[in-house]
């Protein structure tokens, strides 16, 4: 039998260009790339002030002189359950922290289904041949509102074309994102 309800969905909504709002975004790639700065400075151009949960403790944000609150993960998981922000903007650096800490998948979407945004910052797993995997298992980032991962382009150069060093932001996965899937040196002009 048919539901007799119509169901409309809310427009997809991006923050920062490239997050889906409500949703878990990953975002991943090589130490030293700029996951956690350009992910604030993309939120910061749109007047977001995110919460910054490090596990990681990461002086990079403050030294780029990025907006953000910053919160101790490791203080804050003994606390998750009486105080989850609603309404936020809430970037977790490190998912391989965050676990080792004894944090996970649940940790995350607890804060997702308290109506806020989450940004997952990750690493890639170090194969030769195929650097675009995160260190997450495939279960859970198969299944987030997005995928994207940070490269370091070293540039080329030939007798006929040089291309300089950049680092770019690929797209993977992004409900209703329209946008290009390549965004060359993403957040470094």
């Not at 859970?140 to 007798?159: V, W």
Request: neutral net charge; proline residues 3%.
């Amino acid at each position: 039998m048919l539901l007799n309800e119509i169901t409309t969905y809310k427009d997809r909504v991006m923050l920062g260009k490239v997050f889906k709002e409500g949703g878990i975004n990953l975002i991943y790639g090589e130490s030293g790339t700029g996951k956690t700065v350009s992910t604030i400075k993309a939120l910061n151009e749109e007047g977001i002030i995110p919460i910054l949960l490090d596990y990681d403790g990461n002086d990079s944000p403050k030294d780029n002189e990025c907006e953000y609150i910053h919160i101790d993960g490791v203080k804050y998981l003994k606390d998750i359950e009486s105080t989850i922000p609603t309404g936020k903007v809430i970037v977790i650096d490190t998912w391989q922290m965050l676990i080792t800490n004894g944090g996970g998948i649940k940790t995350i979407e607890a804060i997702c289904e308290a109506g806020n945004t989450v940004i997952l910052v990750a690493h890639n797993k170090a194969i030769a041949t195929k650097q675009d995997i995160p260190d997450i298992d495939p279960r859970y980032s198969n299944h987030f509102s997005s995928k994207l991962f940070i490269e370091f382009d070293k540039g080329s150069k030939t007798k006929t074309n040089t291309r300089a060093p950049s680092y770019n932001l690929i797209v993977l996965k992004l409900r209703g994102y329209k946008g290009d899937r390549v965004l060359y040196n993403w957040m470094r002009d």
